[in-house]
């Protein structure tokens, strides 16, 4: 089992930044692709950027050069770091981890809302 509470979310203006947090606790040992996911209103849950245990970092093309993901396995805390935010960023930003065997956990999301 592994828990995870993202924070980090709020209100920010068009071409600013936020910085997203999620902390995982529990069979953390075992997590072998972490990654943050968003829903915006009316739309389907999508990928936005993953990094593996080794390191290997992807992103989707409306991110890239924008946003970054990191890790800090000492704080076992994954980030996402938003940078020239835009109205269309807006969504619900979910935190998932892929076990080693298969199974997916997900946090309960943080809401970032850009206004433009």
């Known amino acids: 089992q592994v828990q995870l509470v993202e924070s980090g979310g709020g209100l920010v203006e068009a071409g600013g930044s936020l910085r997203l947090s999620c902390a995982a606790s529990?069979?953390?040992?075992?997590?072998?692709?972490a990654g943050w996911y968003r829903q915006a209103p009316g739309k389907q849950r999508e990928l936005v950027a993953t990094?593996?245990?080794?390191?290997?970092?992807n992103y989707a093309d409306s991110v890239k050069g924008r946003f970054t993901i990191s890790r800090d396995n000492a704080k076992n805390t994954v980030y996402l770091q938003m940078n020239s935010l835009k109205s269309e960023d807006t969504a619900v930003y979910y935190c998932?981890?892929?076990?080693?065997?298969?199974?997916?956990?997900w946090g309960k999301g943080t809401l970032v809302t850009v206004s433009s």
């Open positions: 529990g069979s953390i040992f075992s997590i072998n692709v």
């Open positions: 990094i593996t245990t080794g390191g290997n970092r």
């Open positions: 998932n981890v892929l076990m080693t065997n298969g199974i997916n956990y």
